[in-house]
Structure formats: structure tokens, C-alpha cells
């Protein structure tokens, strides 16, 4: 694997344990899965967190950033050569450690957990290659891959549908997943009908440029391709009636929640507030984009 990578994994490594300090956050993501959940088949240089308390928006802010305050302290506490940004208008903290970098983002929409984050140790593979030990909480499976399904399908990321190649061979569609999915999809600022019918991109120099390098598992590009349609096909024909038309009251603004009860969450009430504002302001495209939505989900 590209020693570029190891060194930002290394990093990240040593500076997790004052982040674990702090019980408000969970994580999620590509670290989460493949450095936690799995066995270190790729290298991930990021740590995504959840804040898994659901609050009042200013004061949910003033908690996630003084928090980070605390995590930054403790690491230059913890080695002096780690330089520590803290940008507080979108909750992350910048890593620089002689010219490695690595990120520690909150996710300032996406607050909340639809199953209990579960305290997880690092992978085998990654103790002993870094020679180091920790553990973190990581949010439900539902939750982990139903934001990782989200992204993937969204940005096409080789890194993306990598981690979802393996969940398919692995886990498998599951409908604990496919509820983590439906929550993404109903928390994204996205389209449903883009996300489960995507416009297929050509991500030949992101694979080449931000993929190859960091996984210890082969990897194609053909098999990127076909893991995407896969995925597109699997998630399409899981849906039920009864997902079909909470994913459709929902975006005609008169959310089922009789059938998944999402309503508590931000991420959830900021997608209904952008649609009836849409809605108000382009009517004619908005109806466009729910009959597209009646075509996809009648396939």
C-alpha cells in the first residue's frame, strides 16, 4: 500500500484515542468500516463523526465545537509537532504533522442515531501493522452503510463502491441496511430519484488518482463499474410497496411516519424544509422531480 497513505493511518491512529475521549460523538464512514468493522482491506486517512445527540441547532453547534476544542488541546498536548486548525464555521478539525495531513469532520446536518452506536476495538490487521490499540464507538451497521450506500451512489467514489463491493459479498443487502439506506436517502440533500437512479460517471482518474495505492484487496476498475450497477439494481428491486410509498409521501410532503419514524431527525426536517421551500419557489420542476420518482420507484 502507498507509504503516503500508512503515514496518514499512522497518524490518525495516535490522535483517535483523544477523540474516543468524548462520548458525544460516534463515528462513521470509511475508517469506521474498514479499520473497525473489517479487517483493514483498504487505508482510510479520515475520522467522520456523528454527533449523536439531537438538540436545538446553535446549542447542538456550541457542543460539537467545544468538544473538538478539547480533542484539539489534547493532541498538541499530546505531541507539540502536530499543528492543529479548528474551523469552527463547519465543525472540523485540519491535521498537519510535517506536511501529513489528515481530517476530523462532524457531520453538522446528519446529527443523530437510528440504532445504538456500539463500542468497537481497532481491527487485527491495523493493531498489528501500527503497532498500536484502541477502540471507538461506531454507529449501527444500518447507519454505517446506509450513509456509505449514499455517498457511493451520490459521488461514485471507487473508495465508496470498494466498501459497498465488499458489504455485498460480505453482509449482504440486508433490511437492517436497507432502513439505514432509506434514512440516507430522506437525509440527503440530493434527489431521491437522482440517488436511486444515478447518471453513471467516468471516474477513471479519481480511481487512478484517489484509489489506487489503498487497498490490500484487487480491485478493477471493471469490477467498480459492475459493483455500481449492481448495487443500483439491488437497492431497486428491495424496495417494497411500503418503502415505495414512504419515499414518495415523503417527497410529497406528507411524510408516512406510520411506516419508518424519522421525523425526530435534523438531517430529515432540513431535506422537508428545502423541498416545500423548492416546492413554493419552483412548482413545475418540483412536480417534474416527484413524477420521476413515481417512474423510478415503478420499475
Same mark, same amino acid.
Given at each position: 500500500?502507498?507509504?503516503?497513505?500508512?503515514?496518514q493511518?499512522?497518524?490518525?491512529?495516535?490522535?483517535?484515542?483523544?477523540?474516543?475521549?468524548?462520548?458525544?460523538?460516534?463515528?462513521?464512514?470509511?475508517?469506521?468500516?474498514?479499520?473497525?468493522?473489517?479487517?483493514?482491506?483498504?487505508?482510510?486517512?479520515?475520522?467522520?463523526?456523528?454527533?449523536?445527540?439531537?438538540?436545538?441547532?446553535?446549542?447542538?453547534?456550541?457542543?460539537?465545537? /467545544?468538544? $473538538?476544542?478539547?480533542? *484539539?488541546?489534547?493532541?498538541?498536548?499530546? @505531541?507539540?509537532?502536530? =499543528?492543529?486548525?479548528?474551523?469552527? +464555521?463547519?465543525?472540523?478539525?485540519?491535521?498537519?504533522?510535517?506536511?501529513v495531513?489528515?481530517?476530523?469532520?462532524?457531520?453538522?446536518?446528519?446529527?443523530?442515531?437510528?440504532?445504538?452506536?456500539?463500542?468497537?476495538?481497532?481491527?487485527?490487521?491495523?493493531?498489528?501493522?501500527?503497532?498500536?490499540?484502541?477502540?471507538?464507538?461506531?454507529?449501527?451497521? /444500518?447507519? $454505517?452503510?446506509?450513509? *456509505?450506500?449514499?455517498a457511493?451512489?451520490? @459521488?461514485?467514489?471507487? =473508495?465508496?463502491?470498494?466498501?459497498? +463491493?465488499?458489504?455485498?459479498?460480505?453482509?449482504?443487502?440486508?433490511?437492517?441496511?436497507?432502513?439505514?439506506?432509506?434514512?440516507?436517502?430522506?437525509?440527503?440533500?440530493?434527489?431521491?430519484?437522482?440517488?436511486?437512479?444515478?447518471h453513471?460517471?467516468?471516474?477513471?482518474?479519481?480511481?487512478?488518482?484517489?484509489?489506487?495505492g489503498?487497498?490490500?484487496?484487487?480491485?478493477?476498475?471493471?469490477?467498480?463499474?459492475?459493483?455500481?450497477?449492481?448495487?443500483?439494481?439491488?437497492?431497486?428491486?428491495?424496495?417494497?410497496?411500503?418503502?415505495?410509498?414512504?419515499?414518495?409521501s415523503?417527497?410529497?410532503?406528507?411524510?408516512?411516519?406510520?411506516?419508518?419514524?424519522?421525523?425526530?431527525?435534523?438531517?430529515?426536517?432540513?431535506?422537508?424544509?428545502?423541498?416545500?421551500k423548492?416546492?413554493?419557489e419552483?412548482?413545475e420542476?418540483?412536480?417534474?422531480?416527484?413524477?420521476e420518482?413515481?417512474?423510478?420507484?415503478?420499475?
Amino acid at each position: 500500500m502507498n507509504n503516503a497513505y500508512t503515514k496518514q493511518v499512522k497518524l490518525l491512529l495516535d490522535v483517535l484515542p483523544e477523540v474516543a475521549k468524548e462520548t458525544c460523538f460516534a463515528m462513521h464512514g470509511g475508517t469506521a468500516i474498514n479499520l473497525f468493522v473489517r479487517d483493514m482491506p483498504r487505508l482510510s486517512v479520515d475520522i467522520d463523526l456523528t454527533y449523536v445527540e439531537i438538540a436545538e441547532r446553535n446549542e447542538t453547534l456550541e457542543g460539537i465545537n /467545544a468538544a $473538538l476544542m478539547r480533542i *484539539k488541546e489534547r493532541i498538541e498536548d499530546l @505531541r507539540p509537532s502536530i =499543528r492543529v486548525q479548528h474551523k469552527e +464555521k463547519v465543525c472540523k478539525l485540519q491535521l498537519d504533522e510535517y506536511g501529513v495531513m489528515i481530517k476530523i469532520e462532524v457531520n453538522m446536518v446528519g446529527r443523530g442515531l437510528i440504532g445504538e452506536a456500539i463500542k468497537t476495538p481497532l481491527c487485527e490487521a491495523a493493531q498489528e501493522q501500527f503497532d498500536v490499540f484502541c477502540a471507538m464507538p461506531i454507529v449501527s451497521l /444500518a447507519q $454505517l452503510y446506509g450513509g *456509505k450506500i449514499c455517498a457511493a451512489l451520490d @459521488r461514485q467514489h471507487p =473508495r465508496d463502491l470498494f466498501d459497498v +463491493k465488499l458489504m455485498l459479498d460480505n453482509e449482504g443487502f440486508t433490511d437492517e441496511i436497507k432502513r439505514g439506506v432509506l434514512f440516507g436517502l430522506v437525509s440527503s440533500n440530493r434527489p431521491t430519484f437522482e440517488l436511486l437512479n444515478p447518471h453513471l460517471l467516468d471516474q477513471r482518474m479519481a480511481f487512478e488518482n484517489q484509489f489506487e495505492g489503498m487497498s490490500a484487496i484487487e480491485f478493477s476498475y471493471d469490477e467498480y463499474e459492475a459493483t455500481r450497477l449492481q448495487l443500483i439494481e439491488t437497492i431497486q428491486s428491495s424496495l417494497n410497496e411500503s418503502d415505495k410509498a414512504f419515499l414518495l409521501s415523503l417527497t410529497g410532503l406528507e411524510p408516512d411516519w406510520s411506516i419508518y419514524d424519522f421525523q425526530v431527525f435534523p438531517s430529515v426536517k432540513w431535506k422537508l424544509l428545502n423541498l416545500e421551500k423548492f416546492k413554493t419557489e419552483n412548482p413545475e420542476t418540483y412536480r417534474q422531480q416527484l413524477n420521476e420518482l413515481d417512474k423510478v420507484l415503478a420499475q
